[in-house]
């Protein structure tokens, strides 16, 4: 089972239940950080995932630049979705692992 790492938005049980049903182990963070060590509040997620979205509706600019930064040094697909919808990010994250 693929994993599939989505940051942003309140809804971790609903992510991780439509992942399932489509076959994808979702690690979910909601992207509220706080202290400034957004790195460590992410990387156990990232590390995990072979994708990566983040929700652009529901994330602040610090989180979103820190997981992206650690995504892209660590070569995982990245994508973006627009909104808090959690069947287009799903979506999204099947279209990147295909």
Same mark, same amino acid.
């Given at each position: ?13 609903? @992510?991780?239940?439509?992942?399932? &049903?489509?076959? $994808?182990?979702?690690?979910? /963070? ?6 400034? &060590?957004?790195?460590? /509040? @992410?990387? &156990? ?9 983040? $929700? ?11 997981? &992206? ?14 909104? @808090? ?8 994250? $099947?279209? $990147?692992?295909?």
């Amino acid at each position: 089972m693929k994993t599939v790492a989505i940051i942003g938005g309140s809804q971790t049980g609903t @992510f991780k239940e439509i992942g399932k &049903r489509h076959g $994808l182990n979702i690690e979910h /963070h909601d992207g509220k950080i706080g202290g400034g &060590r957004a790195e460590s /509040h @992410f990387k &156990r997620i990232i590390n995990k995932a072979e994708v990566v979205i983040i $929700l652009k509706g529901a994330i602040n600019h610090s989180s979103m630049w820190a997981v &992206r930064g650690m995504a892209e040094k660590q070569g995982k697909k990245i994508d973006y979705h627009n909104g @808090f919808g959690v069947t287009g990010a799903v979506e999204k994250a $099947l279209q $990147l692992i295909s």
